[in-house]
Nanobody, 123 residues
Framework: QVQVVESGGGLVQAGGSLRLSCAASGSRFSIIAMGWYRQAPGKQRELVATITSGGATNYADSVKGRFTISRDSAKDTVSLQMNSLKPEDTAVYYC?????????????????WGQGTQVTVSS
């Protein structure tokens, strides 16, 4: 079973920066991709950015050019550098690890989520 733990987040003024970090641990065959999602009050959880084991990245249109996702595959960690933050970026940010696991001769995928970290951007 895979576990992910986030760190970072907090309160920042509009235009400021924050960095989120996430570490995955536990038993699995490999990590296919890691990413960040966010959920604002009254809204559905949405994708922020993802990065595959090969380094391919994907960003929500709303954060392109402002956020950068990076990954240390050797350490199974992923970071999200958030610059030029806006009040609308306020949300709980969740780390996700999409993994390939193995039980006996059977391979299967599983998703692990962190507990979430609050990011608040004041205007």
């Amino acid at each position: 079973q895979v576990q992910v733990v986030e760190s970072g987040g907090g309160l920042v003024q509009a235009g400021g920066s924050l960095r989120l970090s996430c570490a995955a641990s536990g038993s699995r065959f490999s990590i296919i991709a890691m990413g960040w999602y966010r959920q604002a009050p009254g809204k559905q959880r949405e994708l922020v950015a993802t990065i595959t084991s090969g380094g391919a990245t994907n960003y929500a249109d709303s954060v392109k050019g402002r956020f950068t996702i990076s990954r240390d595959s050797a350490k199974d960690t992923v970071s999200l550098q958030m610059n030029s933050l806006k009040p609308e970026d306020t949300a709980v940010y969740y780390c996700n690890a999409h993994c390939l696991s193995k039980r006996g001769a059977v391979y299967y995928t599983e998703d692990a989520w962190g507990q979430g970290t609050q990011v608040t951007v004041s205007s």
